[in-house]
Structure formats: C-alpha cells, structure tokens
C-alpha cells in the first residue's frame, strides 16, 4: 500500500502548482487579444509565440543537467521565477514604444524569448519535483496539480474582474444595494491605484512570479541525485529511444502538440468575434480549467481500468472533437463546449506522458528526461504551430471587413487530428504486462510496490 501524502508536503506542492500555472493564466488567455490591440499583426504574433522555443532549446542540455547533477531544483526555481517577474514588467513597455514607433518589434522578440529562457523550463522542473516527492505519483500528482488549475481560474477571473471593474461594480450595486456604502468605502481605499490597463495582465503574472520566486524557500528540499555513472544525464536519457513504443508515444505526442497553439493563437479572437466582450474572455475561457478538476481526480481509475493507450486516445479524440466545434463557429454553446473541453485534452495526453516519462527513467535523470519532452513538444513543435497558425490566421481573414473565416481555420487541425487518431490507434500496440520492460528503470522502483512503474511501466 502506498504511503499517505503528508499534509505539509501537499500544501506545499499545492501552493507551488497555484502559483506555477496562475502566472500563465494571467496572461495566456489575454495576450492574442492584448497584441491585437497593441497593432501586433496575425504573423508578429505567432513570431512571439513561437519564440518561447529559445527556452526550451538550452532546457535539456542545460536545466536538466544543472538540475540533475549540480544544483537543487528548488533553488533553480527560485532564480528563474525573479528573472521571469523582472521581464515580465518589461515588455509592456517595449509593446507601448512598439505601438507608438512600429520600430522595435526585435526588442519585443527578445523580451518575449529571455521570458521563455526564465519561465518555459520550470514547468517540467516542477513536474520533476513533483514526481519525486510524491510516495505514489500516479494516485497523488491528480489532487495536487488540480491546483494549477485553481491558480489558473484565479488569475483569469481576477484579470477580467478587474479590467471590467466599472461593470462589476455596476452590476453589484444594482442587484445588491445594500453593498453601497461598502463598495464606497472599498473604492475611496484603493482609489490611488490606477485605473486599469490591458497592459496589467503582465504586472498580475510579475506578481505572482515574484511571489512564487519567494516561495520556492519553503518547497522540499530536492538536490540533485548522485549518480557517477553517468555525468551527462541528458545524453543518457537519449537511451530511452531504442524502446519502438516509447518513440512512437513520444513522436505521436510531438506531431499533436504542433496543433495546440491554434487553440491559444486564435480561440480568444474566436469568442470575440462570437459576441464576448475582450475583458470577460480571461474569464469565459477559465470554462476550459473547470474540466481539469474531474480529468485529474479521475485519471488514474481511467489507467487503471483502460490502460495508457486507450486512455492517450481518449485525448486526442477530445481533441478532434473540440477542433471540430470551432470550425463550426455557432452556435456560441457549442464554441463554449470546445473550451470546456480543455481538461480532457490536457490531462489525458500531456499529463499521462508525463506520468509515463517519469516511470520509466532512473531518478538522477527526471529532471532531464522531463525537459527533454517539455523540449520536443514545447520547444520545437509548439513554435512550429505558432508560426503556421498565425501565416494560416492570415490567410483566413477577409480583408474587406476583417473578419475570420474560423470554419476553415480551424478545419486544418481537426483533420490532422483524425488522421494521427487513426494512426496511432494502428501503430501503438497493446499494453504490454510489466516483465517486458526493456528502458532504464530506477532500481528503487523494481522493490517499491508504491512506485508509478507499477502501473505504467507495463502500459506502453
């Protein structure tokens, strides 16, 4: 039976979690629509994007053998999070002189980049640490990541509430008048602070960045595991590719994470188009993160009882399906239920690789071998997306009244889905039973029956 997680390690997994995806989701639901305004054209925005692959360039040669084999990852967390806060607070000031000079989009590239360089490796970092903490990761890591979604929801419904506060405070006073005179005294209280920007998106992520910098002082402390064997970890994590099925999930993986960035590029200018107000999309498009909440609590009863592979292809039909709802554009319910859909897609594809990645390598190469996959899927074909979504963004835009024409935008990624489910369902064999094992596997994992190689390792 596996050990009981304590409840000083759950909050502080939690907490790091929280403030880990809060930073994203202050500004990922916001940023195309922020660009848009800022006169950032379809093709510079999808150049933005794609530039957060620099990040992922130097993670597996770089984070993951510092992490690995020289410094704590919670330390490295640190150092990353006040860099990250610091550029943060930069590029609204670079995209306010862009706006204004259309002459220094190279500054706004390389901000963009340097945030990457900061922020992108610690998602796997922190996954990483996670996975390493957690006596049993397949039946724990759900209830802890769900917080991720929590601090996602949060900053998406805070930005909104406070970029549309003249509205909220409106409607509270009109539904609620007994709220008059504390509404009053809240607004002469904070009436030094100025009145909102689009531009706060970036100061709300610099604060929780900052703050998640200071936090990672109280995490457990995670060194690096040594190992003299070997003493470049991602080199040997490169092993791993002789097992067929481990590449086909990882190629599999790769190809899909090519068609998520349309979602990101173009599903925010879709609500907007459909009717949404801009400063109520960060919020309508926490819909997205309700579903994580079930996908997570319910994931491992999914691999327990159908297996990685079934489970992996219940994502990518998530997938197809949500693609397939865009492209049909109205009605508005059916749009929403494409955003709704966004815990399946999410959790039974990225999260269950994670998962699997983790059980099949030794524990003094996790951080490399998460970063590796954060690297193929983040760093290589995530950008590659970006820049073919926005070309193809541009394509699709009827030049008399700027409208898009999402039906066909939205009709590429659906197709190529069906095509990978059809695929993979061929090529990817059964789960294999446990004795077939053939990757390097944590020889603590062999005698721990709370090990995650228990459950997944046999599921290839």
């Known amino acids: 039976m596996a050990a009981r997680l304590s409840w000083r390690l759950r909050w502080k997994l939690s907490v790091l979690w929280a403030l880990q995806w809060g930073i994203t989701g202050a500004v990922l639901t916001y940023l195309p629509l922020y660009l848009d305004e800022k006169g950032v054209h379809e093709e510079g925005r999808g150049q933005l994007m794609a530039v957060s692959a620099i990040g992922l360039w130097l993670a597996p040669l770089v984070v993951g053998q510092i992490c690995d084999r020289w410094l704590a990852t919670e330390k490295y967390l640190a150092f990353s999070h006040f860099i990250g806060g610091l550029t943060l607070i930069s590029i609204p000031i670079a995209t306010e002189i862009y706006q204004k000079t259309g002459e220094n989009f190279s500054v706004l590239l390389t901000l963009f980049g340097l945030y990457a360089v900061a922020y992108i490796p610690t998602i796997p970092l922190a996954s ?166 079930p996908a997570l609590l319910f994931l491992p009863l999914f691999l327990r009882w159908f297996g990685l592979k079934a489970t992996f292809a219940l994502g990518m039909a998530a997938w197809l399906l949500r693609y397939s709802f865009f492209a049909m554009e109205q009605p508005r319910s059916l749009v929403l239920a494409g955003v709704a859909l966004h815990g399946v897609c999410h959790v039974f594809l990225i999260v269950v690789i994670q998962l699997y990645i983790d059980s099949k390598c030794r524990r003094d190469l996790r951080a490399s071998a998460q970063n590796l996959f954060a690297f193929l899927t983040m760093g290589i074909a995530m950008p590659a997306g970006f820049l073919f979504g926005g070309k193809l963004a541009e394509w699709c835009i009827d030049r008399s009244t700027g409208v898009t024409d999402y039906r066909s935008f939205f009709a590429v990624p659906a197709a190529f889905v069906l095509a990978l489910l059809i695929f993979y369902w061929k090529a990817i064999g059964p789960d294999e039973p446990r004795k077939s094992e053939t990757l390097p596997v944590d020889p603590e994992a062999a005698h721990n029956p709370a090990s995650p190689t228990t459950t997944l390792a046999g599921s290839e």
Not at 233 to 253: D, E, G, H
Not at 262 to 282: H, N, R
Request: some cysteine.
């Open 128 to 293: 990483s640490l996670t996975f390493r903490h957690l006596p049993d990761p397949d039946a724990q890591f759900g209830s802890v990541r769900v917080w991720g979604t929590v601090g996602w929801m949060l900053a998406g419904l805070s930005l909104s509430l406070w970029l549309g506060r003249t509205e909220a405070h409106r409607w509270l006073l009109s539904n609620y008048p007994q709220l008059r005179g504390l509404m009053a005294e809240i607004t002469y209280t904070f009436a030094w602070l100025s009145p909102p920007s689009s531009s706060d998106c970036f100061r709300i992520a610099a604060l929780l960045s900052f703050a998640l910098s200071t936090f990672c002082g109280f995490l457990p402390s995670t060194p690096p595991v040594r190992n003299e064997r070997a003493s470049i970890a991602p080199l040997q994590v490169l092993r791993m590719f002789r097992n067929r099925q481990f590449t086909l999930l990882i190629s599999v993986t790769f190809l899909l994470a090519m068609v998520v960035p349309f979602y990101t590029l173009e599903v925010p200018k879709l609500l907007a188009q459909s009717g949404f107000d801009d400063k109520w999309i960060p919020a309508v498009m926490t819909i997205g993160q309700v579903s994580e909440f």
